[in-house]
């Protein structure tokens, strides 16, 4: 079975700072993908990074970084430069080779003041 | 490019009633998904279809039925609704890569109430 944990259900970030939101997960496939996405409040579903179970290097898009540690099975996205259109719920999707479903996460609420 | 689209944007039901909710993809995907999202949780899919002519139930199936009319389009049914079927409903595609899931492209979803 698949699991993904994201412990922060809401989180505060100054505009400009850095935020990093937590994500564990569990999975028995050996290849997998991780993804991160963001749902601003008007609904929709936005693609933001995506990090494969045997890539070398931890992924990069923009002022996102998803800091992986498979050892740890964690998946942090670290956003930098918080801009207040960040706020947005984020939830941490896995996605295990020998499937074709995806096991989100609750998601973190991010919250942006100016 | 649409990317996926959805109709209706808004829906109202009452108990026992029925009716379709329709997908469309324009990026030659071949799986496409049908996911609910109830308040506080992430999205949990219903049925997917791996490529055209194939349809699998995911977690929460129950009280649903899908088609996958061509490539393109893929419909969910109520047949009799709920209450417990309030929900906004999303429509996904994608393709894959490695044998990994690619990234998923999202519709902009329905919102459901049933009365």
């Known amino acids: 079975a698949q699991k993904i944990t994201q412990t922060q259900p809401g989180m505060f970030v100054q505009e400009k700072e850095a935020v990093t939101l937590d994500c564990t997960y569990d999975?028995?496939?050996?290849?997998?993908?991780l993804f991160w996405y963001k749902q601003p409040s008007s609904g929709e579903m936005i693609f933001l990074i995506y990090?494969?179970?045997?890539?070398?290097q931890n992924a990069t898009e923009g002022r996102y970084s998803l800091n992986f540690q498979k050892a740890r099975k964690s998946a942090n996205l670290v956003i930098s430069a918080s801009q207040l259109g960040d706020s947005a719920m984020y939830f941490c999707v896995l996605a295990g080779a020998g499937s074709y479903q995806l096991t989100f996460g609750k998601g973190t609420k991010l919250s942006v003041i100016p | 490019n649409a990317g996926v689209t959805q109709t209706p944007k808004f829906q109202v039901l009452k108990t026992g009633q029925s009716m379709t909710l329709q997908c469309a993809q324009d990026?030659?995907?071949?799986?496409m998904y049908w996911y609910r999202q109830d308040p506080g949780m992430g999205l949990r899919l219903i049925y997917y279809?791996?490529?055209?002519?194939?349809?699998d139930k995911g977690e929460v199936p129950n009280g649903y039925n899908v088609s996958r009319l061509n490539k393109r389009e893929f419909s969910l049914r109520l047949e009799s609704a709920a209450p417990s079927q309030t929900s906004v409903y999303f429509c996904?595609?994608?393709?894959?890569?490695?044998?990994?899931?690619?990234?998923?492209?999202f519709g902009p979803g329905t919102r459901l109430t049933v009365l």
């Open positions: 279809s791996a490529s055209e002519g194939t349809t």
């Open positions: 999975t028995s496939d050996p290849s997998y993908g």
């Open positions: 996904a595609s994608s393709g894959r890569l490695a044998g990994v899931l690619n990234e998923q492209f």
């Open positions: 990026m030659n995907h071949n799986s």
């Open positions: 990090q494969g179970s045997y890539d070398q």
